[in-house]
Structures are given as structure tokens and as C-alpha cells.
């Protein structure tokens, strides 16, 4: 998987979990961050360790 597409994942699941949440006034940002980590270590997540090791540095630059 190249970084153009893990980048890609991270803002995929940095959006669902932000429409997820949309209807929560009080969320943080931080709250949001953890379940976006959540679900791109999880079996939904861009492809093995690597990447997905990847997508989270590339989510800590982001917010």
C-alpha cells in the first residue's frame, strides 16, 4: 500500500468518525483522534503493521 493511499484511509476514518459524532456538541478533538486510531489499528484499517503504523504518524501530523 503506498502512502498516497494510507494517507487517503486516515482521512476516510478521520471523516466517519467526525459524521459519527457530529450529533455529540461536547466532543473534543482528542476524542475523535482516539477513535479515529482506534479503527485504523483495527481489521478495517489500511493493510498490515506497516501501513498501518504509517496511517497513525500521518493522523498525529494531521491534528
Known sequence: MEDVEIRI???EHLVMA???D???NGTF?????DSVRGTLLG???PGGPEQKSKACEYL????
Do not use: P, W, Y
Open 18 to 20: 467526525m459524521l459519527k
Open 29 to 33: 478533538i482528542h476524542q475523535i483522534k
Open 9 to 11: 484511509a486516515v482521512l
Open 43 to 45: 481489521s478495517k484499517g
Open 22 to 24: 457530529s450529533t455529540n
Open 60 to 63: 498525529d501530523r494531521l491534528i
